[in-house]
């Protein structure tokens, strides 16, 4: 559309560049003061909307820069953080080459002000940014169904599998867990949906017309997807007679397929002849 053109001219001197290496970068001075050198407790950089309320409001921005993979004790798990912080920069990445700085900026203000105005339906739990950043994930995954992840650094593993099991890992949380998950949940969800719901919608009818014509196309050959073989006069096929012998003709130019009727009775096809 062309109003939206016109405001994403407007909006795209205020967009910032690079904005997954600058989240990649504040989330490791975090895990560098926190875990290394021991600077801050990890729950420094927790938002809860009551303390924010009273307060600390700069738990509205500190809590972006928390890595979702922040360990709990200073020595425990650098290396899995350390991973999560290399994936979030090659989601995030990958994503702003495809979309822009513009769009990829709103991806992720718009899981941002979801994720903090869902938080204060239950000012006193716990909000976290792990579900922005699974976002990333699963944004990256729709895109790019067929990229290939190493498990374990080792077994190569199509993502958009790895991407199944995080929509039923999540379907699970969202079914058992708290209300304040429940919400941190809908909030993820919602920004894929924001971005993807049309795409979604396009690819369904796509999905829906193409059965439609492979039905269409079946039902006019009077054939089955399963039959292997199919008389070309009378259009018997192995599906819908399945003890009828079916043979090739050796003396026809080309694979012509018969049933017992008429592989002895019917006029031998040379070069563009029709069967008859």
């Known amino acids: 559309m062309s109003w939206l053109k016109r405001i994403e001219r407007q909006l795209e001197p205020f967009a910032i560049p690079h904005l997954a290496l600058v989240l990649v970068a504040g989330q490791t001075a975090v895990l560098v003061a926190v875990s290394i050198l021991q600077r801050f407790a990890p729950g420094d950089f927790l938002f809860a909307p009551v303390l924010a309320l009273h307060g600390e409001w700069w738990r509205l921005l500190t809590f972006i820069f928390r890595p979702p993979l922040l360990p709990p004790a200073p020595d425990a798990n650098l290396v899995w953080a350390a991973f999560g912080l290399y994936m979030i920069y090659l989601f995030g990445s ?35 940014n792990i579900f922005i950043s699974g976002s990333l ?53 919602g920004n894929f949906l924001i971005f993807f719901s049309r795409d979604i919608l396009q690819r369904a009818r796509a999905g829906s017309r193409r059965m439609q014509n492979q039905a269409a196309r079946f039902a006019q050959q009077g054939d089955t997807p399963g039959a292997r073989n199919r008389c070309c006069i009378c259009g018997k096929t192995s599906e819908s007679d399945p003890l009828e012998d079916f043979r090739y003709c050796s003396k026809c130019d080309g694979d012509y397929c018969y049933c017992s009727e008429h592989l002895r009775n019917h006029t031998h096809i040379h070069a563009a002849t029709p069967p008859a």
């Open 94 to 128: 990958a994503l702003e080459n495809y979309w822009g700085k513009l769009r990829f900026n709103l991806f992720l203000l718009c899981g941002y002000v979801l994720t903090v105005g869902v938080a204060f339906i239950t000012p006193g739990a716990v909000a976290t």
């Open 137 to 189: 994930f699963l944004a990256f995954a729709w895109l790019n169904p067929d990229f290939e992840i190493l498990i374990f650094f080792i077994l190569p593993v199509k993502i958009k599998w790895v991407a199944l099991l995080t929509w039923i890992g999540c379907a699970l949380m969202f079914f058992t867990g708290g209300l304040a998950i429940k919400l941190s949940i809908a909030a993820s969800v």
